[in-house]
Structure formats: structure tokens, C-alpha cells
């Protein structure tokens, strides 16, 4: 209590210290009265009496000092002083201090900006309650060369029944393997139709994620099944924009692609699953046979809740055990089909996690460059400085209270880095949002939230440390205060080398990766896609079952609409097909081959398409026909195949003629002739190899969505327009969806790709400015420090282009000394990206030529300018110099 | 030659304390003087390490100031003891007895074996 008492004295004795300072001077004065006083009355003389007091008294000074260290807190004083003395120094030197803090703010705020993504996908944890416990549940199938599939829904149910390692296990359709919502409903009733994303789930989902409604409720198991399933939960931005808010949605009734449904809830504002893009969420409506009997079709995702005691492995176990008896007991559809279980964070974000982790790892490496530049620069200061820190240890400075003040200085520089660093992560996440917003997995929200701001207040704090106590206690060298003639310490060239070639290796390790990236991405585009995507578009058309209930419907209106697309002015050519390329949705089947040897295929693509398809789309025909008018339901069964499928299969020789049978051998469906051939076209990425394919015509197996391929010689945007009124002119109710240039499939494919490789680049560019900048800023000082010595050369008769040659040499030897040790670091690093590369091995020469090019490039520039400035030198002036 | 101690921080602060309790309220100077002579001047203070200590013991206080006139009207700051000051004295003294009782006892026997 007392020592409470005292410290709380000590702080207010912050303040006032003018009074307090005073004050103690009167007493020191009274005490020195008294005593010669009391000395002169003893019987000694004036003179004799104070000398006695004085010695007496001790070293006032010494004292005085005693009683202010009491009378404050000494450490928050000389933290005061200090922080006012930064401050004027840095306002002494304005140029120093902006590139400084420019430097500092460029590294912290991407590292910043770098931490918020990785703490928006990868370390919150999903906003479910217990959310390690979710676990997603995939089949898996060697014999189809399935690693993580959806799942069968009878299979699901049985799952279901026969657990006991789960809580309870929930299922949901209508997301790509993004998990962005493909399904879509339209909201009709009030003027245009609006288009919903949604996804269908089990009543138990909300039960499962352990999620709440904001208001009203969430669905119950039973209103999964047909009969019950017209409610609907909407999320909270719809709620916000659709029904603005309304408290009184619950109950209301809207109208969706046809179907009324009721409003029973709304989820709360921060619900997010699986993906930010969801607005709805609808049961999935079947029949209760369905979860029973569909054990061949896969198109459920499965969540599942662990109970409490139950670890990831145990569940493993046992749903593996479950498996093989589901395998024993239907061996016709369960051959071989496993399970897989992921634990529901970790599967949302391995597909990101390496691209991440890279960016990361680029960022940090881009932070230490900034830190040796800005302990560069501080370097370079401290023989101005020399004399300055001189002064003061002969007053009596400590030498670590130089260095305290010294990293003062280099905190406040932080701090004002920081803060700065904090403002451009908040811009470059607003940017990120609004530029490239898909970069982010759906399920992330990218926020500056506390634990960015502790992020960055971790690095603005430590970044002092890293670039500051070099130079503190190299300026605070204890040296005598000497003329400043010859002030090139060779030892402070030595350490500034030294941070040059560590800049120098660590940005080429960023070029070098970025280097990789981009050409990974050129060699990409340069594949061909076996599909001419200029000149057109593509859209999706659903036929509602109301108005088209049966195959026979569906045909004919395919077929009316192709014709009056081909009837449009500018248009060359239309078709449509079940699945357009690089959409990942694929159909796909068993199939038998004539001739194949060994097991039949249970994974062959297998799409509908009309006989203009591939005219429409651009794939050439090798051989044979394409489907025709005479090709009807009534026709013998005719297929088109790939080249894939033909090298596969019949090793080089034609394909036609020869037979397939779609289906299991056990279904006996009859034998198919292949009529055709078309070349290989990519079909789920250019980096993927193209699978074996096969097409059949719609009238002879048809579909109730489709996707139109039309190709004209005008605007795509045109086009689009046209084709909408040519299907609203057909029917006035159905809605185009997807409307997109072909360009943009392939555009968007590689999306993911482009992002990380701007992003690298970016920090690639960065780190190579900042080293060059460090190069110049060590030779533009050393030649300045030299220029006496160059203008003794040039009077006693130096060639320019000698000289010139010199400095530059001398500039670049550090370079390339950083650039061996870069290469050989990015040769082991790049090791680690091998994934993220396509068509290259990350050893690949061409890059790495690249790489020691645009170094050389950057490192002439930034030695040329001290060059040019050494061989201007005029002697006269600088001997005449001291 | 007399010796002439060094003398610790805690051990001035009690001094202090009961010099003030015997001679009520004094100056820095006064209480410097007295010190000296209490311990018949076995003790080398510099009186300026007084002033820290005395600033120590009013901040937890023990002892409070006033600006006075000296009996020779001379302008000085006095310090008193004040209540918790007077109780501290008092405990401290407490403890210092009870800590040379026990030394003593340790140091006796040696003695009278001998």
C-alpha cells in the first residue's frame, strides 16, 4: 500500500518538475545557510565555514540527481526526453525521415495486408459454435480415380443409420467445387425476375452447424422431404436488401421459379455458409426413397458434427468399417467406394493453403529487405552523427543510454511506419474486395480485426529491433571527438556491404519465384483449348418441370430456340451442350468399349449436345460426322469421341465404327456406333490433362437444362442482348443464366493463378527497387565520401571511362555477390512452390537468365547515377575542400 | 583511528524516524546534525544523502513537510512523523531488537566456551 502511495507520488512527479525543481533548490540553499551558520558560529571564517559545508554536504549534484531519480520515474522521464530529441532530429532531417517511414510503411503494411488474408482464411475458426469438431465426409473410389467425391444420397442415409462416432450427419447440394453456389432460383412476382443464389439442404443442417436464426426458425428433418419442403431461410443480406429489413418477413410467402414458399427464418448477420455468395436456403425436397434407393448418382456434400469424446481418427475408423460393409452388401454400386473425412476448415482451405503460406513467406522476406534498407540508411547517418554523439559522452552519456536513445529514435520511425502500414492494409483489403474478389475462398471475410492490429503492432514494435540496434550501437562507438577528415569507416562499408547483399540475394529469391509464376502463366495461355472462345458466348437455360414435363418437351424447345438464335443477324453458328468447358460441372458414367480389355470404365464423360455444337464452340472434327436431323430417338444409337478417348482405347486407329455400350454390362443398354471424331479440348483446366470423352445426341438421350454456345462476328455483349430476346420471345418465363463470353470461362479458370502471381510479382518488384535503391544509396555515399581521392586521380590524369569503370565496379560487387548467394537461395526455395508451377521445373534455367538480367539491369541503373556523378567531379573544387 | 561505517538506506530511514519522534519537527539539516551526534560519530554521513531518503519517507508517508522559520529566522522545510509514521518507527525498532536478540544469542556461546 504504501509502495502504491510512493509510485503514485513518483508519477505525478512527472509533472510540474519546474516548481518541484525549485523548491528543492530553496532546501539545498536552507541547508547550506544553516550549516555555515552553525560553522561560523563554532568559530570558523566565512570562507572556512562554507568549504566545510560543502564538503560535508557531499556532491550536490550527485544528490540532487538521487532526489529527482526518487522524486519521478526516471524511465518515463528519459523516455520523454528522448522521444522530444527524436522528434526534432527527424524534423532536422525531413528526407531521411519520409524515405524511412515511406520504406517502413510499404514493408509493415504488406505484411499487414498478407496477415488479414491468412487470418480471414486460415486461422479464424469458422463462426460455428465448436467448430473443430465439424468434419466433412467425401467418397473416395480407385477405381473411378475419385479422391474426394460427393456423395451418393443412399449411401448418405446409410451413413446416417449406422454411426455412432457422429452427433449427427447433414447434407447439401448445388455448390461447384468451389463451393460457390450454382443453384439459382428466381425470386418472380414484382417485376423482373431476380436471380437467387441458393443451395438445398437437409432439415438438420442449421443442427448440425449448430447455427441459430436471427429471427423465426430453421427447418426441421422432416421438411427435407418432399410434401414439406416449401419453407425457405434467408440469409441477412437478402433480408436487408430484398426485404428491406422487414421485421415482419417471417411468414411471408414468395414466389420462386414457380413454387411458393414460406418465410420461416433469417439467419444472423455474421452466418456465412458454405460461402458468403448463398441468399437462400431451401430444403432439398425429395422423396424419402430417394435417400434410400439412388445409390449410383453422387451429388451430395456431407457435413457432420463429431460427438464430443470422438477423435477425426476413431470416426475414421469406424466410417471406413461402415464403408466395406455398404460394399459387401450392394457390391453392384459400392465396389470399392471409401470414405474420406476432413475436418470441415481444413477442406474448405487446402486448395488456397500453399499459395498462401508463399505469399507469406514473400511478404516476410520483403519486410527484412525493408529493414536492412532503412538500417542502410541509418548507417549512413551515423558519421554525420559522429561528432554529435561524441559531445555527449564527454558530458557524461552512458553508452547505453545513446543506444536507448538512439532505438528511441528508430521506435518513433517504426511507429509512424506502422500506423502508415496499418492505412495501406486497410486500403489494399478495401482494393482486394473490389478488384479480385474471388481470391478470397467464399467462406472468408477479409476484416482488419484486432488481431491484424496486434499483428501489426507485433512487427512495428520488433522492426526497431531488426534495423535499429545495429546502428545504435555502431554510432555509439566509443571514439574521441576527432576531426572528421578521414570519417570513412571501413568498418561501417563492411556492415553496409553486407545488408546490400543480403537485400540483393533476398529480392532475387522474390524474382526469381515471381519470375517462375509468370512464365507458369504464359505457358498457360499458351495452351491451346481445342475451342475457339473469341467471338462467343455461352448461357444456361433451365426447364421448369411445370411447363416441360417430359423429355419430348425439352427437345423441342432446345430445338426451336437453336433455330431462332441461328436466325439472328451476325450469327454464325449455334448449339448446346449439357456441359460447357471449365464450368466444373461434369456428367460422367459407366461405359463398356468394344474390344477393351480388362474392367469396364466407370468414369467416362459423357455429354448431350446438338448437332451444332461443335461447330458453334470451335472444336474441329477429325473424322466422321457430327450428329445430324436423321439422328432421332428412333435411329440407331450414335456417339461422337475425343482423340482422348481414341488414343485410349483403340491406340491410333479409327475410332469409327467401332462400339460402346454406356452403362453397366450388367444393364445390358445396347451397343453404340461411333460416328465421329473431334479433337481433344479442354475441359476442366489448361493445366489439366483432357479426359476421354464421348457425346451423344439429345434426341436420343435428352436433359432438362442445357447450355447454348453462340458464335457470331460481333460484340459478345450484343450478342448477349439478342439472345435473350430470342428466348423471351419463346418463352416469356424462362431466364437465361451465366450469359458469358467463352473468353471469360477460360479467363476465369485460371483466375486463381493470375492473382498469386500478381501478388508476387508485385512484392517481387517491391523488394528489387528497395535493393537497388539500397545499392545506390552505400555508392552514392562512398563516392562522396571519396571525392577528394577522385579528384587526385582525375588531376593527376585518371581516363573518365577508367574511373567510371571503377565505381562501377565497386558498386556491383557487392551485387553479385548477393546474386550467388540469391540464386543458390532461390534454387532452394522455389522448391517449396513446385505445385503452384505449371510447365515448368522450378530449377528452369530461363527464368533464373531472366532473373540475373533484370538485376543486372536494376544494379547498372542504380551504380550508374554515383558513377556519373564521380566523373563529374571537378578537382579544383574538391582539393581545394577540407 | 575510529571506524566509520557505511550506512545503509533502511537503517538511515529509522534513524530518521526517531530523531524526528525525540526532537519533533526538525530541517534536513537538523536532522543530519542529530544523526551525527546520536551515533557519536561513528557514522561518516554526507548530508546530502539525506535529502533522497527524506523524499522517500514523506512519498510513503511517514513523515509529512511544511515550510518554516528556523529559530534563527531562516526559511527551512521542516519534516514530522506522522501517525503511520510514528507506528512504523516503532515496528522497525521492534524488529531490529528482536534481530540483534537472536544474534546475540548466536555470538554468546562462542564467546564463553573460549
Sequence with gaps: ?882 | MENKADVWQGTLALMVLKTLESMGPLHGYGIARRIEQTSGDRLAVNYGTLYPALLKLEQEGYISSAWGVSDNNRKAKFYELTRAGRKKMQSEARQWEQTTAILARFLEPAKERS
Aim: glycine share 8%; net charge positive; charged share 20%.
Design chain 1, 1 to 882: 500500500m504504501r509502495l502504491l502511495r510512493a509510485w503514485l507520488i513518483r508519477f505525478g512527479g512527472l509533472f510540474s518538475r519546474q516548481r518541484r525543481e525549485r523548491e528543492l533548490n530553496d532546501e539545498i540553499e536552507s541547508h547550506f545557510a544553516l550549516h555555515i551558520e552553525d560553522n561560523i558560529r563554532a568559530g570558523m571564517s566565512l570562507a572556512e565555514a562554507r568549504r566545510a559545508a560543502i564538503l560535508k554536504f557531499g556532491g550536490v549534484e550527485a544528490a540532487k540527481e538521487s532526489y529527482r531519480d526518487r522524486r519521478s520515474v526516471p524511465f518515463l522521464e528519459i523516455l520523454g526526453q528522448d522521444l522530444r530529441y527524436a522528434m526534432r532530429t527527424l524534423r532536422k532531417n525531413p528526407g531521411f525521415a519520409a524515405v524511412a517511414i515511406a520504406t517502413l510503411a510499404l514493408g509493415i503494411g504488406a505484411n499487414t495486408a498478407m496477415f488479414s488474408v491468412v487470418q480471414a482464411v486460415l486461422l479464424r475458426p469458422l463462426p460455428y459454435p465448436q467448430p473443430d469438431r465439424l468434419v466433412e465426409i467425401t467418397e473416395t473410389n480407385p477405381l473411378k480415380r475419385w479422391t474426394h467425391n460427393v456423395v451418393a444420397p443412399a449411401n448418405y442415409a446409410d451413413w446416417r443409420r449406422m454411426n455412432t462416432v457422429f452427433r449427427d450427419i447433414a447434407a447439401y447440394a448445388g455448390v461447384d467445387d468451389k463451393r460457390a453456389s450454382i443453384f439459382d432460383f428466381f425470386l418472380t412476382g414484382s417485376g423482373d425476375p431476380q436471380r437467387l443464389r441458393s443451395i438445398l439442404v437437409t432439415g438438420n443442417l442449421f443442427d448440425v452447424l449448430g447455427a441459430a436464426p436471427l429471427t423465426g426458425r430453421v427447418f426441421t428433418d422432416q421438411e427435407t422431404f418432399g410434401g414439406h419442403e416449401r419453407v425457405a431461410v434467408l440469409s441477412y443480406g437478402l433480408w436487408q436488401t430484398q426485404f428491406a429489413g422487414d421485421p415482419h418477413v417471417i411468414g411471408r410467402k414468395l414466389l420462386l421459379s414457380g413454387k411458393t414458399y414460406d418465410v420461416v427464418g433469417v439467419m444472423p448477420r455474421d452466418f456465412v455458409f458454405p460461402g458468403r455468395d448463398v441468399q437462400i436456403y431451401l430444403p432439398l425436397g425429395v422423396q424419402p426413397a430417394f435417400f434410400v434407393q439412388m445409390r449410383r448418382p453422387h451429388m451430395l456434400n456431407v457435413i457432420g458434427r463429431l460427438k464430443p469424446s470422438v477423435s477425426l481418427d476413431e470416426a475414421r475408423a469406424q466410417m471406413s468399417a461402415i464403408a466395406r460393409r455398404l460394399e459387401q452388401t450392394y457390391p453392384a454400386t459400392n465396389t470399392k467406394m471409401g470414405v474420406r473425412l476432413d475436418g470441415f476448415h481444413t477442406a474448405l482451405t487446402t486448395e488456397s493453403r500453399p499459395a498462401l503460406l508463399m505469399l507469406l513467406a514473400a511478404v516476410a522476406l520483403l519486410l527484412l529487405i525493408v529493414c536492412s534498407n532503412v538500417a542502410n540508411l541509418q548507417l549512413g547517418r551515423a558519421a554525420a552523427r559522429e561528432r554529435e554523439m561524441g559531445i555527449r559522452r564527454a558530458l557524461g552519456a552512458g553508452r547505453f543510454r545513446l543506444v536507448r536513445q538512439l532505438l528511441t529514435e528508430s521506435t518513433v520511425i517504426a511507429l509512424a511506419g506502422g500506423a502508415l502500414g496499418l492505412i495501406l492494409a486497410m486500403a489494399a483489403r478495401a482494393a482486394l474486395l473490389r478488384l479480385a474478389p474471388a481470391a478470397i475462398p467464399g467462406f472468408a471475410e477479409l476484416r482488419i480485426d484486432r488481431w491484424v492490429i496486434l499483428f501489426n503492432g507485433l512487427i512495428t514494435l520488433c522492426a526497431p529491433l531488426l534495423f535499429g540496434i545495429g546502428p545504435a550501437i555502431a554510432a555509439s562507438r566509443p571514439d574521441t571527438l576527432r576531426d572528421r577528415s578521414e570519417s570513412d569507416s571501413h568498418r561501417h562499408r563492411v556492415v553496409r556491404d553486407l545488408l546490400v547483399i543480403c537485400e540483393v540475394a533476398l529480392s532475387v529469391v522474390l524474382v526469381a519465384g515471381a519470375g517462375l509464376l509468370v512464365r507458369s502463366l504464359i505457358l498457360l495461355d499458351r495452351v491451346d483449348p481445342g475451342f475457339r472462345p473469341e467471338n462467343a458466348i455461352g448461357f444456361h437455360l433451365r426447364f421448369p418441370q411445370t411447363r416441360y414435363p417430359d423429355d419430348d418437351h425439352c427437345i423441342a424447345a432446345i430445338q426451336s430456340i437453336e433455330n431462332r438464335l441461328r436466325a439472328m443477324p451476325h450469327v454464325h453458328a449455334a448449339g448446346a451442350t449439357s456441359s460447357l468447358p471449365f464450368q466444373g460441372q461434369i456428367y460422367t458414367g459407366d461405359a463398356t468399349v468394344e474390344g477393351s480389355t480388362g474392367d469396364y470404365e466407370r468414369e467416362l464423360r459423357h455429354d448431350l449436345i446438338t448437332p451444332e455444337y461443335f461447330h458453334a464452340v470451335g472444336t474441329p472434327l477429325l473424322g466422321g460426322r457430327s450428329f445430324n436431323e436423321f439422328d432421332t430417338a428412333k435411329s440407331p444409337s450414335v456417339t461422337v469421341v475425343n482423340e482422348a478417348l481414341a488414343r485410349t482405347y483403340f491406340h491410333g486407329a479409327d475410332p469409327i465404327g467401332r462400339r460402346i455400350r454406356f452403362g453397366r454390362p450388367s444393364d445390358h443398354d445396347p451397343w453404340t456406333t461411333i460416328v465421329g471424331v473431334v479433337a481433344d479440348a479442354k475441359q476442366d483446366g489448361l493445366d489439366v490433362a483432357v479426359q476421354p470423352e464421348a457425346w451423344t445426341a439429345i434426341t436420343q438421350q435428352a436433359n432438362n437444362e442445357i447450355n447454348f454456345v453462340l458464335r457470331g462476328d460481333g460484340d459478345t455483349a450484343v450478342l448477349a442482348v439478342e439472345a435473350r430476346h430470342s428466348v423471351r420471345e419463346f418463352d416469356k418465363d424462362l431466364v437465361l443464366t451465366a450469359v458469358a463470353p467463352l473468353t471469360d470461362l477460360l479467363h476465369d479458370a485460371a483466375s486463381d493463378q493470375r492473382f498469386r502471381t500478381t501478388l508476387l510479382t508485385g512484392f517481387a518488384g517491391i523488394a528489387l527497387f528497395l535493393a537497388a535503391l539500397g545499392v545506390y544509396g552505400v555508392l552514392a555515399y562512398s563516392v562522396a565520401q571519396r571525392t577528394k581521392e577522385i579528384g587526385v586521380r582525375i588531376a593527376l590524369g585518371a581516363g573518365l571511362p577508367r574511373l567510371f569503370g571503377m565505381v562501377l565496379r565497386d558498386g556491383l560487387r557487392p551485387v553479385a555477390a548477393g546474386a550467388v548467394l540469391g540464386l543458390a537461395g532461390a534454387w532452394l526455395a522455389t522448391g517449396m512452390i513446385r505445385s503452384l508451377l505449371f510447365g515448368l521445373v522450378p530449377a528452369d534455367p530461363v527464368t533464373y537468365a531472366f532473373t540475373v538480367v533484370i538485376l543486372s539491369v536494376a544494379a547498372a541503373c542504380a551504380c550508374a547515377i554515383p558513377a556519373v556523378k564521380a566523373i563529374r567531379v571537378d578537382p579544383v573544387v574538391s582539393l581545394r575542400e577540407q
